[in-house]
């Protein structure tokens, strides 16, 4: 239901015009997800879904499909029944079966990387000597665009930029008088979500005066999650970047191609990864959240993929850990992008490379302007399309797509030892560096302390800390309280000099060695910091020597880089004597 020979029967509504969406991979199927609301409370119309199980990458596909909750035809059904209109994000597959009118969408940015058609083996003809040949543009060459008879495989392909046309009508003429100018809906999405950036970054945890750094790596050997191109470099990347940014400074998220998620296994991707997410990294889901975490970095570490071009054409700064050219369109933006744009020096210092570019950044004139001619109104120009092929009037109401949903509350989450570094400043003011991972000595007037969250992978480490800390409900029965959890890890480590038990995004009770019991609590609108670094601000106080009883009667003020934190301790407990 509702198609198939008993349908005429069984259906409710058995004579609306039929739109089949044909599935690739998860790759394009976000593609066509994106278009899939310009059918809304269209009672005309109902919505089928095939997948063409042509593709390598067919891991998630099921269970994507299903969440559609659009009834599934097995291809073979799909092929048979008639359609009024076929939408697709890719050419795979035999989409010249189908009895509708073929659209072909994009499902990255424009129409950029070489890909050979499956199967196929180039080499010059005529000859007895192999020498491989520069595989075809994916969807830009004859090779992808037209059937074995010589007709185009679409009735319509959807270009975003004239650009796109230009190439097209020299690479391929047959196929140019199929071109339709329509815009990007990936990119009028994150266009109409900018207003809500902060609420983006907010969701990922990020508090005032941290930056985002995002990682993005489409799929490939040569891309900068993959292990070719001459060099491996994510493994030994990943740590420099825990422990070479402030963790209080910077956040660092990752966004991943789908077929890298599907290819290898989520599980293999999290197993990858794991010391990176204990040491803060936030994983994005590549299907619904790499939008959102787009908007809300402030830098980005990428390749040649189509994530990284996006973010250059929002104005973001970029740079490239991954660079080749060799499988990119010469005639495309993207080439000249990536052949122009900064490049990491993995060999190099981190930090100042990120801060040098953000301190100069000047945006790229062409990604902002190849991403799409015409921002904003791929929505009107694609229903206008579809409905044309189908043959029935457009609904009276305005084409609209769905807007990007707000993430859920991701803040970072590391277990795994801190190292923190101090310094006194004045009158109950401490500048605290935490970094996750060891960053060298501490030079000058630093001190140097371990953090480590009771919940570690190495339980090792708690015998080492100097300050044991923990998340979680103040009310949450398996701990007692937070003076009972205190005075239980205090008694239970005798090198530990405070237990920090955070219980919300401003407050945190400390117990000390010396008995106090003490609620650490960020002055509204004057502290945005995780408050386990309050703690080791509080640390780092008594250490020295100083007066508990100044920070109580003044408050303390924290400095994590240049943003300024005031926190205000209130004791708790017996002891009365803060001197």
């Known amino acids: 239901m509702p198609v198939g020979d008993e349908a005429a029967r069984w259906a409710t509504r058995g004579s609306a015009s039929r739109v089949l969406f044909v599935v690739h991979n998860v790759t394009s199927a976000t593609r066509l997800l994106d278009v899939l609301p310009l059918f809304h409370d269209d009672f005309r119309v109902q919505l089928l879904v095939t997948c063409t199980e042509s593709s390598a990458f067919r891991s998630g596909v099921a269970e994507l499909l299903a969440d559609t909750a659009v009834p599934v035809l097995p291809w073979e059904q799909a092929v048979e029944t008639p359609v009024s209109l076929v939408i697709s994000a890719s050419f795979g597959g035999q989409l010249q079966a189908f009895s509708g009118k073929l659209t072909v969408l994009s499902h990255g940015v424009g129409y950029t990387k070489r890909l050979a058609i499956p199967d196929t083996g180039y080499r010059i003809p005529d000859t007895g000597y192999r020498e491989p040949v520069p595989s075809p543009v994916f969807g830009m060459s004859r090779e992808w665009l037209l059937a074995e008879d010589g007709e185009p495989v679409a009735d319509a392909l959807v270009l975003s930029h004239p650009e796109q046309y230009e190439r097209l ?75 070479e940014f402030p963790a209080d400074e910077y956040r660092l998220a990752a966004v991943l191609h789908p077929n890298i998620w599907h290819g290898h296994g989520p599980g293999q991707i999290r197993a990858w990864l794991n010391r990176a997410r204990r040491a803060g990294l936030a994983l994005v889901d590549p299907l619904e959240g790499w939008r959102q975490s787009l ?17 250059a054409a929002l104005g973001t700064p970029v740079l490239l850990g991954a660079a080749p050219l060799d499988g990119l369109d010469p005639g495309a933006p993207v080439y000249d992008f990536v052949r122009d744009a900064p490049r990491l020096d993995t060999r190099a210092e981190l930090r100042p490379q990120v801060e040098s570019l953000l301190a100069t950044h000047h945006a790229l004139p062409g990604p902002a302007e190849f991403a799409s001619s015409m921002p904003g109104e791929s929505a009107a120009r694609l229903r206008r399309l579809f409905y044309e092929f189908i043959g029935i009037p457009e609904p009276d109401g305005p084409a609209l797509l769905e807007p990007l949903p707000l993430p859920p509350y991701e803040p970072p989450s590391r277990t795994v030892p801190l190292h923190v570094l101090t310094r006194l400043l004045g009158s109950g003011e401490v500048s605290v560096v935490r970094h996750a991972g060891h960053d060298g000595e501490p030079e000058g007037a630093w001190e140097a302390h371990t953090a480590v969250p009771e919940d570690t992978r190495d339980p090792g480490q708690l015998a080492l800390a100097d300050l044991v800390f923990r998340y979680g409900e103040a009310a949450d029965p398996r701990f007692g309280s937070p003076a009972k959890w205190t005075r239980e890890v205090l008694a239970r480590l005798p ?18 060695r010396a008995g106090d019991l003490l609620h650490l609590t960020g002055a509204p609108s004057e502290a945005d910091a995780d408050p386990a670094a309050y703690a080791s601000a509080l640390h780092a106080w008594l250490a020295a020597g100083k007066s508990l009883g100044e920070l109580v009667d003044r408050g303390m003020t924290v400095r994590t880089g240049p943003t300024v934190h005031r926190v205000r301790i209130t004791p708790e407990g017996s002891r009365t004597d803060h001197s």
């Open 495 to 512: 090198e530990c000099a405070l237990a920090c038990y955070v219980t919300g995004p401003d407050h945190c009770t400390v117990g000390t």
């Open 169 to 243: 009508r020299v690479a391929c003429p047959e196929a140019a008088p199929t071109a339709v100018l329509a815009g990007d809906p990936c990119l009028d999405r994150i266009l109409a979500a900018r207003p809500y950036r902060d609420r983006f970054r907010r969701a990922l945890g990020l508090r005032t005066g941290q930056r985002l750094i995002l990682l993005n790596s489409t799929w490939n050997p040569e891309s900068l999650f993959g292990d070719g191109g001459g060099a491996d470099v994510l493994p030994s990347l990943l740590p420099r970047l825990t422990a």
């Open 295 to 311: 908007l809300a970095a402030d830098v980005v570490i990428g390749d040649h993929g189509s994530v990284t071009y996006y973010a």
